[in-house]
C-alpha cells in the first residue's frame, strides 16, 4: 500500500517536465548546491554548474550516475572511500565514488581553493564569470583549448551568472581569499606582510618579525644556520631544530622559514586542507609552510612515519 502511495505522490513530489532539456533539469536540480558551494568556498555558482553540465553532460554520463561523481575527481592515495574505474588518461584509472552527488559538489569546490594552482582566481570578482573561466583554463585545469570558451557559452545561454547573486541582485557574501588567509604576518602590526620574500632577504628586512598562523618566524639570510640563529636568539639549539621539525643544524638557503616558537597543532581556522600539485611537498615543508607540526599533521591524516603525499593528495591541516 505504502509503495502504491508513493509511486502516486511522486511525480507531484519530484516534477518532472517533459519540455525541458537535460541540461535544464540538471540546473533546476543542482542550482542551489551550487549556490550554498559559493558561500562556503568561494567559486562562483555559475562556474560550477556550467562544469558539472560539461563534465557530467549534463548529468547523464556514467560517472554521475553511477559514482555521483559529477567532475571526473580521481581517488589519488589519499581517498578513503569507495572507488570505480574508467579510461581517461590512461586505460583504468581510479575515480572516486561518493554517497550523494553533493559531497562531489563539495569535494570540486575544495579541489579549487585548496590548490596552488588555482588560488589566485579567489581574488577575482567571484562574478567575472569570463575571468574565471579563462583562470581556469590558464591554470591547467583542461586541455582541450576552447574550454573557457566552453563554459562561458554555457553560462550565457543557460544565463547561469543569475546564480552568482543574492535574490536582491546584491553580491554574494563569499570567504576571504585563501592567499590572503596564509600570507605571513607582521609580528608587530598584525597586517598581512607587503614585502616579497625576496625583499625580506635585503638586510634591512631580514630581521623583521612575521607571524604565520600566529606563530613568530624569521627568514634566514646568506650564511646562516639554525645554530647561529638560535645563538642570535638567545635560544638553545635543540628548541630551535624543535621549532623547524629539523633533524640536524644545518646551513640554511637564503630565504628559509625559520620558526622562532613551537608551531600550532592546527592550521589557521579558514586554512582547512592543502591538495598538493604538481610541484610535490614533503609532509614537512608543507607544515613548516602554514606553521603546523609535522607530528601534528601525521595524526590528524593517519599518516605513517615515512608516508609523504602526492601530487593530488588531501593533507588535513584542521
Not at 184 to 209: C, H, M, Q, W
Request: overall charge neutral; glycine content about 6%.
Amino acid at each position: 500500500m505504502k509503495k502504491l502511495l508513493l509511486a502516486i505522490l511522486l511525480p507531484f513530489l519530484c516534477p518532472v517536465h517533459p519540455d525541458q532539456s537535460p541540461q535544464e533539469r540538471y540546473i533546476d536540480q543542482w542550482s542551489s548546491t551550487a549556490v550554498a558551494e559559493m558561500k562556503r568556498s568561494g567559486v562562483p555558482a555559475s562556474i560550477t554548474l556550467a562544469q558539472g553540465l560539461l563534465e557530467s553532460n549534463a548529468g547523464q554520463s556514467s560517472l554521475a550516475t553511477n559514482a555521483n561523481n559529477h567532475f571526473g575527481i580521481k581517488c589519488h592515495n589519499t581517498w578513503k572511500g569507495k572507488r570505480t574505474y574508467a579510461d581517461d588518461d590512461a586505460r583504468n584509472e581510479c575515480f572516486r565514488v561518493y554517497p550523494s552527488a553533493e559531497e562531489s559538489f563539495r569535494d570540486h569546490s575544495d579541489f579549487l581553493r585548496y590548490q596552488d594552482r588555482y588560488k589566485k582566481l579567489f581574488e577575482l570578482d567571484p562574478t567575472d564569470y569570463k575571468a574565471w573561466s579563462k583562470g581556469l583554463k590558464k591554470a591547467g585545469y583542461a586541455t582541450d583549448p576552447k574550454y573557457a570558451s566552453k563554459l562561458i557559452r554555457l553560462i550565457e545561454d543557460y544565463e547561469l551568472y543569475r546564480f552568482d547573486l543574492d535574490r536582491d541582485n546584491s553580491a554574494v557574501d563569499v570567504p576571504q581569499a585563501p592567499v590572503e588567509l596564509e600570507s605571513p604576518r607582521d609580528s608587530r602590526t598584525g597586517r598581512i606582510a607587503s614585502a616579497s620574500t625576496n625583499e625580506y632577504l635585503n638586510v634591512s628586512f631580514a630581521r623583521k618579525e612575521l607571524k604565520q598562523n600566529g606563530v613568530r618566524f624569521i627568514y634566514s639570510l646568506e650564511g646562516e644556520s639554525y645554530s647561529s640563529i638560535a645563538t642570535s636568539r638567545k635560544l638553545f639549539l635543540k628548541e630551535i631544530l624543535s621549532f623547524n621539525d629539523a633533524d640536524s643544524d644545518a646551513v640554511l638557503d637564503p630565504g628559509t622559514v625559520v620558526y622562532l616558537e613551537r608551531k600550532k597543532k592546527q592550521a589557521a581556522k579558514g586554512v582547512d586542507k592543502f591538495i598538493v600539485g604538481p610541484q610535490k611537498q614533503t609532509l614537512r615543508e608543507i607544515a613548516q609552510r602554514f606553521g603546523v607540526r609535522e607530528k601534528s599533521l601525521r595524526k590528524i591524516n593517519g599518516f605513517a612515519d615515512g608516508f609523504e603525499p602526492d601530487e593530488g593528495d588531501t593533507v588535513l591541516l584542521r
